[in-house]
Structure formats: C-alpha cells, structure tokens
C-alpha cells in the first residue's frame, strides 16, 4: 500500500510532521494530530502563560488536582527518569533557565553575555509527589518541572495511536523529529532519514533507515543551542551538575517500542557520554551515535550502510 | 504500738517487689517502644486501605513509594533496516526526517 508525501506544519515550537498509508485516511488523521497537539500544548508547555504545568510549578510545595493529560505526562517522566537511571530528569526546570533557556526556543536570542549563576544539580523526583487516587501532584519548594524530554515523543505515540485506531489505516507522525508508527505500515516500510537535524535540506549528512513499528527518535546538541558569554549551550541539561551535557556525541538516534522509550534513550545517551554505548547495548535498543568529529558508532543491532 | 519484727519484714518486702514491679514494667513499655521503632525502620509497611494518598516519586526511594516495577526501555519489534523492507513496483515514499529539535 501506498503512502502520502509528509505534510508538515509549525506545533509545539518545533515542526509536526504526518504520513499516513494509505494516503486516504490523511484528512482524518491530521484532524487527530492537531486535537492532541493543541491538548498537549496547553497542558504541557513550560513557556505558556495559561499551561497548566506552569501552574504547577507556580504552586511548587501544594498539592495540585491534575487533568488527566498531564497527570499521564508527569508519569511518563517520572517513569522515564526512574528507566534512565536519573539521567532524564523533569525536575532540571530551573537548570534550563539559568543555562538561559527561558522562553520559547524561536523567541530566544542566540547569543547573549555570560551567566553569572552557581549551577547546581537538579533536585531530583525522589521528593516529586503523584496521588494517584486524586490524581493530584505535589512538587518540592524551589523545583520546577520540565516535560520538554517526554512530552513531545509522549504526543506523538498518543496521536498516532489515535488516529491509526480512528482511521484503521498505518500512522506515523513525527515531532521535532521524533517519530511514532501504528498501525499497518506501507509495504516497504516507513522511510526515514536520521540526521542532525529534522529541518536540514535533502541530503543532510546522516543515514535512510526504514521501520515498521514503534518509535524512532533524535536527540543532538547541535540544535536548540545558543551561546552566552562565548560559551556554546543546549537543551540537555545533566541532571547530576545542572550544566548543559558534555559528552563526546553531537547526535544519537535510537529505535524502541514506542517513541516516548526512543527519546528518552537518545537523550540519555547524550547525558551518559562515553558510556551511552554500552548503556544501549545492554538495554537491547538498536542505536547510532554521531560524535562531534562526525564519526559514527552503531549499538543494539542499528543497521549499518 | 510496735509491730512484730517478721511483719515488719514482711512489709519491707513487699514495698521493695512493689519497686521492683513497677521498674519491669517502665522497662518493658520501654523496650516494646524501641523494639517497635526499629522493626518500622527496618521493615517498611504501605498502607492498607485503597482510598488513601499512596505517593509515588519515580526512584521508589522513600516508604510510601509506589512499589509497582517500572518496566525498562523496550526496544522495537523488529530493528530498522538499511533498505524497504519489501521490494515493491510503487514508488517509495519521500523519508521524513528524524534529526534533533
């Protein structure tokens, strides 16, 4: 079966992207994508005034009733940080901002002076509160929740499970590059080009790979980076120091059951560094790592060419 | 009126078991007490009835912790390959893009 061009548009600060086979169940599927977009935008951004997560933050030490949406996404990270042994941490929300990430990335100046912050590790979920019960939760005094490392892969595995089960048809969207497929996949399989970036031109450096199922998600530190006071800077803080990760890889790819598990591994092989390799390996999850020289190093069965 | 010597030791001895008496029982309050404030520390219970708080941090590192197993990172059914997966006579799809955001 046959499948349609991608149509792209602007979400979440980032780009959402939509395929689905056969080209028919297009109309219907992006209907779905951009209801979960807009559910997810106004439940889990950290930069819009009227979020909820931002009033949760704001009220950082009460107990705070949560809508079922973004009880589900403070779960979802609370359990990716406990997978990734700490390394993907929500509560690095304060962290971002003193590293100068403070508002939306498009509105955010590339270059700017030097900081003149301490930077300390982020708090940690061990004091991070989730009543299930009441489906409420209680953040620690002076932390700050940040889902930006699960709520876009958490988005898309939701949308595109959605809209494969309302159209019976094979999904896949992709959001800031972090892709989801349900559902029955085109005959060749879903194409794709991993990359630096999600927004470089046809023949970007990088690999085509073709999947069936599940997610398949890029993390790198050569976008969402700016600079202050001359230093370079990014969007994946170590939880362990608070400081943007320095390790020896630029971007990882990874491939896992669902694209919420392949971002969360992606980004934590940016913090883990060195060991991200091994890490990987042992976790089972085909991966491919672009140090910052270009070389590329493939772990858990990621196909070589 | 002077009373006899063995009812005089007779009644010291019964003041002093009467001393005695009440120290074991202080001591066993006590110990019980001790005894009870070590055994929480060393085996942690949860709360029985399903209506109440149960918090949850993700790390499970504190009593009242969830103690349900968070499954670990599941790796795909089937690992991407380097070319379709079927030979096919429709055209292939144009590749979307997985690069950083």
């Known amino acids: 079966m046959k499948a349609t061009s991608p149509v792209t548009f602007p979400a979440l600060g980032t780009t959402a992207t939509l395929v689905t086979s056969p080209p028919s169940a297009g109309p219907a599927a992006l209907e779905v994508l951009k209801a979960e977009l807009a559910a997810i935008d106004v439940t889990c951004s950290r930069f819009r005034t009227d979020a909820e997560l931002v009033a949760v933050n704001r009220q950082a030490g009460r107990w705070t009733t949560l809508s079922p949406l973004l009880f589900a996404a403070i779960d979802v990270a609370l359990q990716v940080c406990h997978q990734t042994d700490g390394a993907v941490d929500p509560t690095v929300g304060r962290s971002l901002q003193l590293v100068g990430y403070v508002r939306d990335f498009r509105r955010l100046d590339p270059d700017g002076p030097a900081l003149q912050v301490e930077l300390r590790p982020a708090p940690g979920v061990e004091r991070v509160e989730l009543d299930r019960t009441r489906r409420r939760v209680r953040i620690p005094e002076g932390t700050e929740l940040d889902l930006g490392a699960t709520a876009k892969a958490f988005a898309a595995d939701l949308a595109a499970r959605q809209a494969a089960t309302r159209t019976g048809a094979g999904v896949l969207v992709g959001l800031g590059g972090d892709l989801s497929a349900y559902g029955q996949a085109p005959e060749a399989g879903w194409a794709v080009r991993v990359t630096d970036d999600h927004r470089g031109p046809e023949g970007s450096p990088g690999q085509d790979v073709w999947i069936n199922s599940g997610g398949l998600a890029t993390s790198s530190t050569t976008v969402r980076a700016w600079r202050r006071g001359g230093e370079a800077l990014h969007h994946i803080i170590d939880p362990s120091t608070g400081r943007c990760a320095q390790g020896p890889w630029r971007t990882v790819s990874v491939a896992a059951a669902s694209c919420v598990d392949a971002n969360a591994a992606t980004t934590a092989a940016l913090v883990l560094g060195w060991r991200a390799a091994g890490w990987l390996e042992a976790q089972g999850l085909p991966a491919r790592l672009v140090g910052h020289d270009g070389s590329v190093v493939t772990a858990g069965g990621w196909p070589t060419g | ?101």
Request: charged share 10%.
């Open chain 2, 1 to 101: 009126m002077r009373r006899p010597a063995a009812q005089r030791r007779r009644d010291e001895g019964l003041a002093r078991l009467h001393i005695i008496r009440r120290w074991i029982v202080v001591l066993s309050v006590s110990a019980a007490g001790v005894l009870s404030a070590v055994l929480s520390q060393a085996l942690p219970g949860r709360a029985a009835t399903p209506g109440s708080a149960t918090p949850s941090s993700a790390t499970g590192g504190h009593s009242g912790a969830s103690t349900s197993v968070v499954p670990s990172l599941q790796p795909p059914s089937q690992a991407p390959s380097a070319t379709p997966q079927t030979s096919t006579t429709l055209p292939p799809p144009p590749p979307v893009q997985s690069g950083g955001s």
